[in-house]
């Protein structure tokens, strides 16, 4: 154990929380600690609402004690949340959630993931733990209050910024192979560049040669690993230790089909991998400076389901994550060589658009519109850039409203990102033609109100004016009506759809009653 004096965690455990957990484990007669992430982040100075607190004893018990004593000084109900399957509490204290669980020791089996678990001491406790810089625990015991427990090392690892198991890796990733994609997890996650984080050789030997144990994981584990690299500041560093390792094969196949360059007769595509990863940087950042300026929104129909609510975004939309990544998903499938212009991707969005639900369902993932939205996004994301190459009519705007919907400002940051050509010169003509593009959509859209058109003739209304059954002429109308309003024949009224629809009407031999 380092004592106190040894490192400085001065001010670590000034919350009042520490000292109630401190009073009743002493009560108990129980020693108590403060263990993992939290302490983590106090020596590299981010904030941290989850506590963990491991005891050697019952951590449920030591829940309800805290509890009392909360509700005893604060005179307020304090509910805690109880996981006796896993032997552990939460409560939540000041926007803080705080979870007790016993002092443990694990062994596993090979073939499984569900461990044989026994009662044990914090430094059982700690050789169990992932890695050395979540196995650093402080002391809440009164004659040491604070001082930090730290067997393996985990402090000069975390100044060194590595990433290392407190066991040997073999048997650290044998026991619980998800750790080889949490090992990437942190390294991506706490990475910056004045103090970047690096997977020791070992381990990543280690990653290598035991990638196959990936297939005893749930793809729901694997996914929420994912969901946390994708809303780090730059993903694509986790995507490429996944690559490194091999990681990646049992995860996104798909992926590594993105990787090389083809030459025939002298002329390679661009090397689509490295792309894909640079997107996803590049939406990170954009987001993240959309989220810090207020300008993104999120929107969530209303209960009476007549439009929509809309808040500010205030944090990643890992959706819009999941889109970068897979938007050029379809380019293997679609790719062909013309001796005339190169190669060519015709139709790779809608491809890609295809494969995002067999992807989706593959991983696990949602199938609502969690699902749709990756999926209008990796089929729409080519829309933004053709109106760049061509003329920026306002019919070919209309329909981009249109179909993108609540998901245009998203839709716009991603194909922003989406340009990555190493020439210069190109990027800034194209970039400049994007902000035409831009301000196109916002003058359209205060102009006609396109986003979440609704039709104006509606089915019931046509069935009133000429007394038919539904019935494809229903479908004909409205569809005319459309094309009419976003191609600009006419305004976005039901006055002027009234007339065209009359006039069509006749035309079809369709008499008013």
């Known amino acids: 154990m380092m004592s106190k004096e040894s490192t400085i965690t001065e001010g670590f455990l000034d919350s009042p929380i520490f000292g109630i957990v401190s009073d ?12 993992g992430g939290y302490v983590r982040d106090c020596f590299l100075g981010r904030s941290n609402d989850d506590i963990d607190i491991v005891v050697e004893g019952s951590g449920i018990g030591l829940a309800e004690a805290v509890a009392a004593s909360i509700e005893e000084k604060e005179h307020r109900h304090c509910t805690v949340s109880f996981f006796k399957t896993f032997g552990t509490a939460m409560l939540k204290w000041h926007g803080a959630e705080i979870e007790f669980v016993g002092a443990r020791k694990e062994s596993y089996r090979h073939d499984s993931r569900k461990p044989i678990v026994e009662d044990g001491t914090l430094e059982e406790d700690q050789m169990r733990r992932d890695f050395t810089i979540n196995a650093m625990a402080f002391s809440l015991q009164k004659e040491d209050y604070g001082a930090l427990v730290d067997p393996f090392g985990g402090i000069r690892d975390l100044a060194a910024g590595i990433i290392r198991t407190p066991l040997e890796p073999e048997q650290t990733y044998s026991d619980d192979p998800l750790r080889m994609l949490r090992a990437i997890r942190f ?11 690096t997977i020791v050789p070992e381990s990543i030997r280690a990653m290598k040669a035991m990638k196959d144990r990936m297939t ?9 690993e994912l969901n946390k690299i994708l809303v780090c500041p730059r993903p694509s560093m986790g995507f490429r230790l996944m690559d490194e390792t091999g990681l990646i094969d049992y995860i996104l196949p798909e992926l590594k089909k993105l990787k090389g360059i083809e030459t025939v007769d002298g002329k ?17 950042a954009a987001e993240a400076a959309a989220i810090e300026a207020g300008t993104l929104k999120d929107y969530y129909p209303k209960e009476d389901g007549d439009g929509f609510n809309e808040t500010v975004r205030t944090s990643p939309n890992v959706w819009l994550r999941w889109a970068a990544l897979l938007h050029d998903i379809g380019k293997p499938v679609s790719k062909r060589f013309d001796p005339t212009i190169g190669w060519t991707f015709h139709g790779h969005e809608v491809v890609g658009s295809r494969m995002v639900p067999k992807i989706f369902t593959r991983l696990k993932m949602p199938q609502n519109e969690k ?26 705007v209309r329909r981009l409203l249109f179909d993108a919907g609540n998901e245009i400002d998203d839709l716009m940051l991603l194909c922003n990102a989406d340009i990555t050509s190493k020439n210069p010169v190109k990027v800034a003509r194209i970039k400049e033609n994007f902000e035409l593009v831009k301000h196109k959509l916002v003058e359209v859209e205060e102009k006609d109100a396109i986003r979440n058109w609704k039709n104006p003739i509606t089915g019931e209304y046509i069935m009133e004016v000429y007394g038919i059954p539904p019935s494809k002429e229903i479908g004909i109308l409205k569809e005319f009506i459309k094309n009419a309003v976003l191609d600009g024949e006419i305004g976005n009224t039901f006055e002027e759809a009234d007339v065209l629809m009359r006039q069509k009407a006749a035309q079809m031999g369709l008499k008013e009653l």
């Open 216 to 224: 005893i994981l749930s793809q729901e584990r694997i996914v929420e």
């Open 268 to 284: 390679g595509h661009k090397e689509i991998f490295s792309h894909t990863l640079q997107v996803v940087d590049n939406v990170a």
């Open 24 to 35: 009743a484990a002493e009560r108990l007669g129980v020693r108590a600690f403060v263990i």
């Open 187 to 197: 390294a991506t996650k706490l990475s910056t560049p004045e103090h970047p984080f």
């Open 371 to 396: 699902m749709k939205y990756v999926q209008k996004l990796v089929s729409l994301h080519h829309r933004p850039i053709a109106l760049v190459d061509n003329e920026v009519t306002d019919s070919a």
